[in-house]
């Protein structure tokens, strides 16, 4: 069973604009939240990550918003710009899941000039 | 080197030969991961290895796939009997778990190919 679920699955946005990626997750016992970043032929890097103490985490124009009783997490890009375009995972982990990542399936991301 | 290599970058197999695929994770790294992502599909756990823990295998699709972690450092990730389904880009990746930021850091990929 999928342990996080990730939508939408593709996503085109104007530049200048904002991109929003959603995930949910089942298990509680998860306990840090990763976005990564990849681009074409290249490994996922890590973008911007949270823990479930916080509500919100900042880091220029990528911001992380988490709703612990609701289960969800989502990424907003502020500003998106055609250098943004990449596929984006958030994925969920904890020591008590033997510090295993559980991936979302990928959002492909493509700003428009 | 400063980051996760992985080598081959590329490799084109015929049906049914064995490959394997390595990886040199970031040195003191003690946690190694292999992941598989088919082509426009989200990343597939395969296997975990943590210090001198017996690895975590729930994710290996059969019994043609195997790893091993010799000296808590280099991987080699092995697949038998290749089948074409098994064309995919294989990705490791190495952490050190625990600790305020539990950073994976990812390898470039090995693409497999099978014929």
């Known amino acids: 069973q999928q342990q996080v679920k990730q939508s939408p699955q593709s996503l085109i946005v104007q530049k200048g604009g904002i991109s929003i990626i959603n995930c949910a997750y089942e298990?509680?016992?998860?306990?840090?939240f990763p976005w990564y970043q990849q681009f074409p032929g290249k490994g996922p890097a890590l973008l911007i990550a949270?823990?479930?103490?916080?509500s919100e985490k900042k880091e220029g124009r990528f911001t992380i918003s988490f709703n612990k009783s609701a289960k969800q997490f989502s990424l907003h890009i502020m500003d998106s710009q055609p250098g943004d375009s990449a596929t984006y995972f958030c994925?969920?982990?904890?020591?008590?899941?033997?510090?295993?990542?559980?991936f979302g399936t990928g959002t492909s991301l493509t700003v428009i000039p | 080197g400063a980051g996760v290599s992985q080598s081959p970058s590329n490799k084109v197999t015929e049906k049914g030969k064995d490959v394997e695929l390595r990886c040199d994770p970031i040195?003191?790294?003690?946690?190694l991961y292999w992941y598989r992502q088919s082509l426009g599909q989200g990343l597939e756990f395969l296997i975990y290895?943590?210090?001198?823990?017996?690895?975590?295998k729930s994710g290996l699709p059969s019994d043609r796939f195997s790893a091993e972690r010799t000296g808590g450092s280099v991987s080699t990730l092995t697949i038998q009997r290749t089948q074409q389904e098994d064309s995919a880009v294989y990705l490791c990746?190495?952490?050190?778990?625990?600790?305020?930021?539990?950073?994976?850091?990812f390898g470039p990929g090995t693409r497999l190919t099978v014929l």
């Open positions: 040195s003191g790294h003690t946690a």
């Open positions: 994925a969920a982990t904890s020591p008590y899941t033997g510090n295993q990542f559980y």
């Open positions: 298990n509680t016992a998860f306990d840090y």
């Open positions: 949270i823990r479930p103490d916080v």
């Open positions: 290895f943590q210090g001198n823990s017996a690895p975590d």
């Open positions: 990746a190495s952490s050190t778990p625990g600790g305020k930021k539990n950073e994976q850091f």
